[in-house]
């Protein structure tokens, strides 16, 4: 039987450096601010991932939104206040598209939800950013 081989330790470390660089979080960001557009505007169907129920959907969404982009662009109180503002606006411009589709329609109880995924993901990140350092923010 043979022994697994251990990774090399430069690609172990590369692997860390790059998990705390800004452009590492902002491709996740920009993957997930894609792919919550395209959940949103896709027709209902049983083969969608889900909550079970529309406003979880949309807090889970934009608390990741709000954990990945925090992570992205790190900086102070301000830079995080315009982001969350900027995530909320885009939540509203969902909403908008969504008045134009034949199976969705536009809620101002999803943009609630949204902006309490907003708080949630932003309270997250703050608990993860202390607990463990190397996270960006």
């Known amino acids: 039987m043979s022994r697994p081989v251990p990774a090399h330790p430069s690609s172990v ?3 860390a450096r790059l998990w705390r660089t800004p452009r590492f979080w902002r491709a996740l960001f920009a993957a997930a601010l894609l792919g ?22 949309h807090a889970l969404g934009f608390a990741t939104l709000a954990f990945l982009g925090l992570c992205a662009f790190p ?17 509203a411009v969902i909403e908008v598209l969504q008045s134009f589709t034949p199976a969705r329609m ?14 949630i993901g932003w309270a997250i990140h703050r608990i993860v950013r202390k607990a463990w350092a190397p996270l960006p923010g």
Not at 36 to 57: C, E, H, Q, R, Y
């Open 75 to 91: 900086g102070g109180w301000r830079t995080a206040l315009i982001l969350m503002i900027g995530l909320l606006a885009y939540g």
């Open 106 to 119: 536009a809620e101002w109880a999803d943009l609630w939800a949204d902006g309490m995924g907003l708080l």
């Open 36 to 57: 919550v557009l395209v959940l949103s505007l896709m027709p209902p169907s049983p083969a969608l991932p889900t909550t079970g129920w529309d406003k979880s959907n």
């Open 13 to 15: 470390a590369g692997l």
